[in-house]
């Protein structure tokens, strides 16, 4: 391939790889890594003390030189949507200071995972269930919409969830609010952990407005056992373009950064390498 070619493959390359991290020096040292945003858990915007206790912590961020752009474990398992101890005017509190603070210090897009929250009781109703996750995410919609942020459903493995397993199902829920501050997250560590066909992710792809990835324990991509190669061009076939952050733990390990530099170049080699592949132009006709 050209320089210029390969220039053009870049620029048309617009996701983004980020680094799912809670520690002010992890998050200091992201860009030294390469990582082009940090995203944050939720417990960071500490949403149940007061707006003093907040305001170093956002100092801070604002600080760090690194782009804050998102932000997980939204809802904890304290504060529950599902079930007959739900407590509406505390969850609007938690989702109001939550929202609002995640939007101060930059963050664009949330992804709603959570799966203590929603966990269904037993012997609670499943319709039940359902109605009660439908109330929560119309109303997460628009206090997301007011706060100029998107959040993002998350399909969590049956390992992790009793509700909200597969992308459909995240689809169907979007489908059902229809508002266009509430998508749809795909991660990968989910997909492999209920093999999931991957055309579902091609399938959400007008829906799609977030992505995480891993490997296997939550281990740094592409430095363990599992194949990202499926993944991202199953994101580029749905035509998606946005953010991909890497959801792992060990981020306090004092080797970890070199590492986390090492799965973030292997993984723009491998998307740099599946986008020329789909660019090159078809092998012409056999030479007699």
């Known amino acids: 391939m050209s320089l210029a070619a390969a220039r053009a493959v870049q620029e048309e390359m617009a996701v983004r790889f980020g680094l799912c991290a809670s520690d002010l020096k992890v998050i200091e040292q992201a860009h030294d890594w390469g990582y082009d945003y940090v995203e944050i858990g939720a417990r960071v915007l500490v949403p149940f003390e007061d707006a003093r206790a907040f305001a170093p912590i956002k100092a801070r ?99 992790e969830a009793n509700i909200l397993y597969y992308l459909p199902d995240a689809v169907q829920l979007a489908r059902t609010i229809d508002h266009p501050n509430l998508r749809v997250l795909v991660d990968y560590y989910h997909v492999m952990k209920q093999n999931e066909p991957l055309a579902h992710v091609q399938e959400a792809g007008p829906w799609l407005a977030h992505a995480h990835t891993s490997d296997d324990e939550r281990r740094l991509p592409c430095l363990g056992d599992w194949d990202q190669r499926p993944f991202l061009a199953a994101l580029r076939a749905a035509g998606y373009d946005g953010r991909l952050s890497f959801e792992v733990r060990g981020t306090d390990d004092p080797a970890f950064g070199p590492r986390a530099a090492e799965s973030l170049r292997r993984m723009r080699e491998l998307a740099q390498a599946i986008a020329a592949a789909e660019a090159a132009p078809p092998p012409g006709p056999p030479v007699r």
Do not use: C, H
């Not at 319709?127 to 439908?134: D, F, M, V, Y």
């Open 61 to 159: 961020l604002r600080a760090s030189g690194m782009p804050i752009e998102a932000l997980a474990g939204f809802i904890p398992g304290s504060v529950p949507i599902v079930g007959p101890s739900v407590d509406p005017a505390r969850v609007r509190r938690y989702l109001e200071t939550t929202i609002e603070r995640a939007a101060e210090v930059g963050v664009q897009v949330i992804n709603w995972g959570s799966a203590e929250s929603k966990r269904v009781p037993p012997g609670w109703p499943f319709s039940r269930a359902w109605e009660q996750i439908e109330q929560t995410a119309a109303l997460i919609a628009d206090l997301a919409a007011a706060a100029g942020v998107v959040v993002v459903i998350e399909p969590i493995n049956p390992r």
